[in-house]
């Protein structure tokens, strides 16, 4: 199991980003997905996940109306659409799944078992 994330950067605040992840050894048509990140000196949280059987997603209230997480079945991969981002998004942004778990709420509440390596998000000006 490879989860490849990109698409990280600097960013002003009220700017936008998206972050993709490449799945690889697994497909994603059953287990939830997600992406959570870690800003300096905090712990990890979840931003949002997705039950691939029915692409219903979950977003914590901090990532709603600003965040979209969405899936491409052709490449595999998974994406987070991060707009009007704010200073305190600053982070690193994983994607981590469970293959034992298709509830997207389970994934984002008791935590992914398989984490790819991170992307750095700065929101600055």
């Known amino acids: 199991v490879q989860l490849q994330a990109s698409g990280g950067g600097l960013v002003q605040p009220g700017g936008s980003l998206r972050l993709s992840c490449a799945a690889s050894g697994f497909t994603l048509n059953r287990p939830a997905i997600g992406w959570f990140r870690q800003a300096p000196g905090k712990e990890r949280e979840a931003v949002s996940c997705?039950?691939?059987?029915?692409?219903?997603?979950y977003y914590p209230d901090f990532a709603k109306d600003r965040f979209t997480i969405s899936r491409d079945k052709t490449k595999n991969t998974v994406y987070l659409q991060m707009n009007n981002l704010r200073p305190e998004d600053t982070g690193v942004y994983y994607c981590a799944t469970d293959l034992g778990q298709a509830s997207r709420y389970a994934l984002c509440h008791r935590g992914p078992t398989e984490w790819g390596q991170g992307t750095q998000v700065t929101v600055s000006s």
């Open positions: 997705l039950s691939t059987n029915n692409d219903i997603t």
